[in-house]
């Protein structure tokens, strides 16, 4: 098993542990590499932080230019 398949499951265990407290500081974060003041939504990075909060299961309060992240179906 490589370090990238072990991820996803050791950062469930970690945001399981206390989801409230890692969701307030991914909020804070910042992903977009168009570098406008509000995420795009679209680049590879907004795509990402889209996947990374589904997959979590945090509810994503980003606000992307596109819309919330929430409801995006890939």
């Known amino acids: 098993m490589t370090k990238k398949q072990r991820y996803p499951k050791e ?3 970690f945001v ?3 989801k409230e407290a890692i969701a307030s500081i991914l ?3 910042y992903d977009c590499l168009e570098g406008r003041p509000k995420h795009c939504g679209r680049c590879a990075g ?3 932080r ?4 589904k997959e979590l299961g945090i509810e ?3 606000e992307y230019e596109d819309g ?3 409801d995006e179906e890939e």
């Open 16 to 18: 399981d542990n206390d």
């Open 27 to 29: 909020y804070l974060t």
């Open 11 to 13: 950062m469930k265990r």
């Open 46 to 48: 907004c795509l990402k």
């Open 68 to 70: 919330p992240g929430e």
């Open 60 to 62: 994503d309060k980003t």
């Open 50 to 53: 889209k996947r990374s909060f």
